[in-house]
């Protein structure tokens, strides 16, 4: 490894520095009194929380296998290089589903198959480009001790590979799909004395599953849809997120601020739209020319807008403005709610 290192400086020795230690757990004390706090780690990772509830999710839900349980939560690493925004820092929030099957090879080949396939095309729905993801396998030098098969999903973002080679670029991983065999549950039942086997009752067999997991991280993937979805063109930004990823699906104006009668209007057509809880949140802005209020709506990823003018009070027709195209339609408000949730779905 040493070698290699150097062969990327131009084949010229590097002046190492003596080995140091370092700890990537994140420190913290605990207790009242000062000076008798004891010392504690924040959690590292999320996984393990999942398998020691194991038996109690079995015990309380009756579940068969295959079952899976997912969370959702923060993780802490003293990083030793964090950057690039919120791609690497030192609180971070993950995803992840533990998957449990039976312990058969082509049963858990199906399932890691089937994951793998899964989540990638979660990815795709919520409207990332699939030219930038790719699948990535560990080679088996790099699998981490308890992985019998590791692959990556990575983005090919702008950030530059640091000690990798010119061919990666920028890919940069967000989620993993392991397979963990049945190496957590063997661990937790050695070390803890607890039966955390699994009674199949077609079979009349004991077993512990293996389990495969998917484990992504949401600060990541929130980072990599919104480079995604950001554009300019002739001096407009522009944030095309998908309408379920959007922070406001729809957003309401009337045309002029200063007219008593449009503004009745628009809160009308306002209230309308928030009966869907499919539109919820809705943006109210009355403030500025109708193109300023278009342009910041652009920026902050809001699908579609719907102005109140004069016409609207004559035939109570809006019109809806598109994001993307920039183009409009006008429609009766009585329609809105059914037009947008449709484009929306």
């Known amino acids: ?158 950030f530059s590979t640091i000690g990798g080679s010119a061919s990666d670029g920028g890919w940069k991983e967000f989620e993993g799909i392991h397979d963990r065999g049945d190496w957590d549950l063997k661990q937790h039942q050695q070390y803890s004395g607890v039966d955390l086997s699994y009674y199949d009752q077609e079979s009349g067999q004991h077993f512990l599953p293996w389990i495969i997991e998917t484990s992504g991280g949401v600060d990541r993937a929130a980072l990599f849809f919104l480079i995604d979805a950001y554009c300019e063109s002739e001096g407009r930004i522009v944030l095309k997120l998908n309408p379920k990823l959007a922070p406001y699906k729809v957003a309401v104006f009337p045309l002029l601020a200063n007219k008593p009668d449009l503004v009745k209007k628009a809160k009308d057509v306002y209230r309308l739209l928030s009966i869907d809880h499919r539109l919820l949140p809705i943006q ?35 019109t809806i403005r598109d994001r993307d195209t920039t183009k409009q339609e006008r429609v009766k408000s009585s329609t809105l709610v059914e037009i947008i949730s449709k484009k929306i779905a």
């Open 1 to 158: 490894e040493i070698g290699d290192h150097e062969k990327s400086h131009s084949g010229q020795k590097v002046a190492w520095t003596e080995p140091r230690k370092f700890n990537l757990l994140v420190e913290a004390k605990v207790g009242v009194v000062e000076d008798q706090k004891t010392k504690v780690y924040l959690r590292g990772e999320i996984t393990q929380g999942v398998h020691v509830n194991f038996k109690n999710v079995l015990d309380s839900s009756r579940v068969q296998i295959p079952f899976g349980i997912a969370q959702i939560g923060k993780a802490f690493r003293n990083e030793i290089t964090p950057g690039n925004f919120t791609f690497r820092s030192r609180e971070f929030e993950q995803m992840e589903l533990q998957f449990y099957v039976r312990p058969e090879k082509e049963e858990s080949k199906k399932w890691y198959e089937y994951w793998r396939q899964e989540r990638l095309n979660w990815y795709l729905r919520l409207g990332i480009n699939k030219k930038k993801l790719r699948f990535r396998q560990h080679r088996e030098s790099e699998r981490a001790h308890y992985a019998k098969d590791a692959w990556d999903i990575e983005y090919e973002s702008p």
């Open 284 to 318: 109210w802005d009355d403030r500025g020319n109708i193109g300023k209020r278009y342009f910041a709506q652009d920026e902050i990823g809001t699908p579609y807008c719907v102005t109140v003018d004069f016409q609207t009070l004559e035939d109570d027709t809006v």
